[in-house]
């Protein structure tokens, strides 16, 4: 900016010099619109003129564009610092979206879990219900072979019926036979195998025959106690055991079932359950045979018991 000031000033100084200059008729007056008798040097002064008030008219043009160029900067500044506003309101947005997604990806990861516990509470629920079924459905067998016996009993009734002069004559022959039975044992007192015997001895015999393997034996002693209600939980599953090892797979269910009525808190309840699951195999009762081999494994986790179940069931495959 500074050199364009200093090459006015020169232009100036040489105009006005040249204006000093005197001539007669304005000849060699360079400032005349049409210049005439100019010398040599005036020729050049007056070309050095046109030359400045080129550069002078140029001058102007420059300033003119610098202004335009200054007022364009300025727009250009003005337009930026509203872009860079618009970019700060933009990132503003952008971490408010940011602590969205976060709350809504936190919100997701509890929602995951909650329908994870409403999963596992319903696959709970279907257990314990498909638990019920099946038990309903061994009671209404138990239910529908009671009603076969029932049905067979009433069929004998009708086709025995007699007459009430018969039944008294029959419970009179009945009463008359009691009386004669009553009188031979009073006259002489039998003796049995059990007498003057202690339950617990009875029953500690019974274990001694079982370990024996005389099972014949081991079970009339078993059924003594039973008879006589004495630890009658331990002497079914015994008996169940031993039906189990004779391969009477029906009778040794009856019994297992029997004993976990009766105490199912017993020490020997994981074999009790794997035996009965094994028998449930044998008989061809593969779904409740499974059940109670899963269920063995799942209660009775580590134990000798939870091996041979996981063992029987890989020969269910």
Do not use: C, W
């Not at 029906?250 to 976990?260: C, D, G, L, N």
């Not at 009766?262 to 699951?277: E, Q, V």
């Not at 028998?279 to 409740?288: A, Y």
Request: charged share 25%; hydrophobic share 35%.
């Amino acid at each position: 900016m500074s050199s364009y000031i200093v090459v006015a000033l020169v232009t100036t100084l040489l105009i006005s010099s040249l204006n000093a200059e005197p001539s007669a008729f304005d000849a060699g007056n360079i400032n005349n619109p049409n210049p005439y008798g100019l010398t040599q040097e005036e020729e050049q002064l007056l070309e050095n003129k046109k030359h400045l008030n080129k550069v002078s008219d140029n001058l102007v043009d420059v300033t003119s564009k610098l202004k335009k160029v200054t007022v364009k900067s300025n727009n250009q500044v003005n337009e930026l610092d509203s872009l860079r506003s618009r970019i700060d309101g933009l990132q503003g947005i952008l971490e408010n979206l940011s602590r969205k997604e976060h709350l809504n990806k936190k919100s997701l990861r509890t929602l995951d879990e909650m329908n994870k516990q409403r999963l596992k509470s319903a696959n709970e629920y279907e257990t314990r219900l498909g638990e019920a079924v099946q038990a309903n459905a061994k009671e209404i067998a138990k239910i529908q072979l009671a009603l076969s016996a029932l049905t067979v009993v009433v069929d004998k009734i009708n086709k025995d019926y007699v007459t009430k002069a018969e039944y008294n004559a029959l419970v009179l022959d009945v009463n008359n036979f009691k009386d004669i039975v009553t009188k031979e044992l009073s006259s002489t007192t039998k003796k049995t195998e059990f007498s003057n015997k202690s339950k617990a001895q009875i029953a500690k015999e019974a274990k001694v025959f079982y370990d024996k393997q005389h099972y014949s034996k081991s079970i009339k002693f078993y059924s003594y106690l039973i008879q006589q209600n004495y630890k009658p939980a331990r002497a079914h599953y015994m008996i169940g055991e031993m039906n189990y090892y004779r391969k009477n797979y029906s009778e040794a269910i009856a019994y297992f079932k029997k004993s976990a009525k009766l105490y199912s808190k017993a020490t020997y309840m994981s074999i009790l359950m794997l035996h009965t699951g094994v028998s449930m195999r044998h008989i061809g009762d593969e779904k409740n045979a499974k059940a109670f081999l899963k269920g063995t494994i799942k209660k009775y986790p580590g134990t000798k018991a939870a091996k041979e179940a996981k063992k029987q069931l890989g020969l269910m495959k």
